[in-house]
């Protein structure tokens, strides 16, 4: 599975920005998909993620309320909708797909990531 995210960029406190994650290589429809993120010198978190079979969303809690996931299975495509954004969501975003049911904390395939970089 082949993952490209784009739609990152630098927006003010309480923009917003839409990412995309395009797949390819694997039928997108029995994909889990997710985003997580990274900032310096922190652990990588799950942020968002929706399941295939049921498409049951999870959110972090630091970010319900706020950002938004959904798929297009006919364009294999997966967003993720970040609205009032703060300076603490300054990370690389990546999108990531799982071929179970249930999205994991430990998906096989990953993207290269996109920065996303909110100023105060």
């Known amino acids: 599975v082949q993952l490209v995210e784009s739609g990152g960029g630098l927006v003010q406190t309480g923009g917003s920005l839409r990412l995309s994650c395009a797949a390819s290589?694997?039928?997108?429809?029995?994909?889990?998909m997710g985003w997580f993120r990274q900032a310096p010198g922190k652990e990588r978190e799950h942020v968002a993620s929706i399941n295939w079979k049921d498409e049951k969303t999870n959110y972090a809690d630091s970010v319900k309320g706020r950002f938004t996931i959904s798929r297009d299975n006919a364009q294999n495509e997966v967003y993720l909708q970040m609205n009032s954004l703060k300076p603490d969501d300054t990370a690389v975003y990546y999108c990531?797909?799982?071929?179970?049911?249930?999205?994991?904390?430990?998906?096989?395939?990953w993207g290269r990531g996109t920065q996303v970089t909110v100023s105060s």
């Open positions: 290589g694997r039928i997108f429809t029995w994909l889990s």
């Open positions: 990531a797909a799982d071929h179970r049911q249930t999205f994991t904390d430990s998906p096989p395939w």
